[in-house]
C-alpha cells in the first residue's frame, strides 16, 4: 500500500510530497518533505564517499604501468559505489532528502594514515558549496604524499518517470596522478544516473543506470549499470570494459572485463594480461575476485574545524546545521524546521544585502571557469556529449586552511 514504511500520521504529507514531485522537475532540494525522509546530513558531506577506502585510494599511484593503474582507478572508483548510494539506506533505513547547502557552505576533512602503514599518507578534504540555485558543490580530496589530488562539482538535474525520480548527475571529476620522474597522468570520471525506487512506499533505494566512464592514462574504461530484472535479474550490477584508448594499444589486444555487483563482489570475467590484472586482484575463497566490499573496512572521514583554531567557522556545515541536525535525529521537528527557516531568512537577506551592494558571495577556494581543457581533451576518447563542461578551478593560493595543512604535514 501506498506509504507502508511511513509512519502513519505523515502517509498524508508523503502522499502530497508525492504528487508534488511527480509534477514538478528541476531542483527537488526546495519541495518540503515529510519529517521521516529528512536526513541530518547536508550535501556538502557527501564528497566524503569518494575517500571511504583511502588505502585503495593510495594504491592507485604504486601501480607500476598505464594498464595497472587503468586497474587500479576502476577498482578505486567501484569502491566507493556502495557508500555513495546506499549507505544512508543501511545507516537511517532508507535514501532520505540531505540538507540543501547554502551558498558558500564548507567542509573540511581527512583520513589519518593507519598505524600499521604511515606511508600510505594522509588524505584530506575539502568542500564547497559554490552555487546555491541551482546547487553545485564543488570538492578537493589529496593525497600529497602519494600525488594524488580528485577535483570534481557536483549537481543534479531531476525528472519524475514511471513513479521512480530520475536524477541526471551534472558534473565531472579530474583525478590527477603525480609521477616523480616523469608528467602528470589525469583521468575524467563521468558520473552514473541515478533512479530512485521505492517511493510508493515511503522507503526510497538507488539503482544505478547507464554507463559512467573514466578516461585517460592511455585508456578508455566505460561502466554499464543495470538493477533488478536487467541482465542478470540482481540489484546494483556493473560490467565494466577497460580497454586502450583510441590510437593506444598497439599490436597488443589489451581487454579486461570485469563484472559483478558494486555493493558485494565482482570479478574478471576476461582478461587479457597477467600482471595488471596481478596488481588488483583479491583472493577468496579459491576466487579471482576484482573487488569484495566485505573484504576492506570503509573509514569515515574525520571531519575538521577550518578556522585555524581547531573550531569551526559559522559557514561549516556541521557547525551550521547543528541545531538542525540536532532536531532531525531526536525527532524535534519543530525545533529542526524552526532552526532551518533561520538559515534561510538568513541566506534571504545576504542576497538582499549583496545585491543592494552591488556585490556578489566571495567564493573562498574556487573559481568559476566556463570549459574545462581536460574534459574536452579527454572527453573526445568517446565522444561525450556534451563536448565540453563548466568546472571550479581550486584556487591553491587562496585562504589556506591551517587545520588541513597541520593534518597534511
Ligand atoms: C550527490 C553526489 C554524491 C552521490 C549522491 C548520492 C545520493 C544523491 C545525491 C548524490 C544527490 C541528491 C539526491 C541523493 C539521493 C536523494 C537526493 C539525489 C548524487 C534527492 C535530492 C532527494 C530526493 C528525496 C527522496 C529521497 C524522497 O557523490
Known amino acids: 500500500a501506498v506509504g507502508e514504511a511511513v509512519p502513519a500520521a505523515q502517509r498524508g504529507s508523503w502522499s502530497s510530497f508525492l504528487k508534488s514531485i511527480a509534477s514538478f522537475s528541476g531542483d527537488l532540494s526546495s519541495l518540503t518533505a515529510p519529517p521521516f525522509i529528512l536526513s541530518p546530513v547536508s550535501l556538502t558531506e ?5 575517500c571511504e577506502h ?3 585510494f593510495a594504491a592507485i599511484a604504486d601501480a607500476p604501468d598505464d594498464e595497472s593503474r587503468a586497474l587500479a582507478v576502476l577498482k578505486w572508483f567501484i569502491c566507493t559505489l556502495k557508500g555513495q548510494y546506499t549507505s544512508r539506506n ?3 533505513g532508507s535514501e532520505k532528502k540531505p540538507l540543501n547547502p547554502v551558498l558558500g557552505e564548507l567542509f573540511y576533512g581527512h583520513w589519518p594514515p593507519p598505524a600499521s602503514n604511515p606511508k600510505q599518507g594522509t588524505t584530506t578534504l575539502l568542500v564547497e558549496q559554490v552555487s546555491h540555485h541551482p546547487p553545485i558543490t564543488a570538492y578537493v580530496i589529496e593525497n600529497k604524499s602519494k600525488g594524488l589530488r580528485l577535483t570534481g562539482h557536483n549537481a543534479q538535474k531531476t525528472s519524475f518517470s514511471a513513479g521512480s525520480i530520475i536524477v541526471k548527475q551534472i558534473g565531472h571529476a579530474v583525478l590527477t596522478v603525480s609521477r616523480p620522474s616523469s608528467s602528470p597522468v589525469q583521468y575524467l570520471l563521468t558520473l552514473p544516473k541515478l533512479r530512485i525506487d521505492g517511493l510508493w512506499y515511503g522507503s526510497p533505494y538507488i539503482e544505478l543506470a547507464e554507463t559512467s ?4 592514462g592511455g585508456f578508455v574504461t566505460a561502466i554499464e549499470y543495470k538493477g533488478k530484472g ?4 540482481k540489484s546494483h550490477t556493473f560490467k565494466a570494459t577497460v580497454t586502450p584508448a583510441p590510437g593506444m594499444g598497439g599490436a597488443a589486444k589489451v581487454e579486461h572485463v570485469v563484472e559483478g ?3 558485494e563482489r565482482s570479478k574478471f570475467v576476461k582478461s587479457s594480461g597477467g600482471s595488471a590484472k596481478a596488481h588488483v586482484l583479491q583472493r577468496a575463497n579459491g576466487e579471482e575476485l576484482f573487488h569484495d ?4 573496512g570503509k573509514l569515515e572521514v574525520t571531519a575538521l574545524g577550518g578556522d585555524g583554531t581547531g573550531g569551526m567557522s559559522e559557514f561549516e556545515t556541521r557547525k551550521l546545521w547543528a541545531a538542525v541536525a540536532k532536531g532531525i535525529r531526536e525527532g524535534d521537528f519543530e525545533t529542526a524546521s524552526r532552526e532551518k527557516s533561520r538559515i534561510e531568512n538568513d541566506q534571504r537577506q545576504r542576497r538582499r544585502d549583496e545585491a543592494a551592494a552591488g556585490s556578489t558571495w566571495p567564493l573562498k577556494h574556487f573559481v568559476p571557469e566556463e570549459s574545462d581543457p581536460v574534459y574536452e581533451r579527454l572527453a573526445r576518447l568517446v565522444k561525450l556529449t556534451p563536448p565540453t563542461e563548466d568546472f ?3 584556487q591553491e593560493n587562496w585562504p589556506a586552511v591551517p587545520v588541513l595543512q597541520q593534518a597534511q604535514n
Open 261 to 263: 555487483t558494486w555493493h
Open 293 to 296: 566490499v566485505a573484504a576492506d
Open 230 to 233: 536487467y541482465f542478470s535479474g
Open 392 to 394: 571550479y578551478v581550486f
Open 46 to 50: 557527501f564528497p566524503a564517499y569518494w
Open 54 to 56: 583511502p588505502d585503495i
Open 90 to 92: 543501511e545507516s537511517m
Open 213 to 216: 566512464y573514466i578516461l585517460g
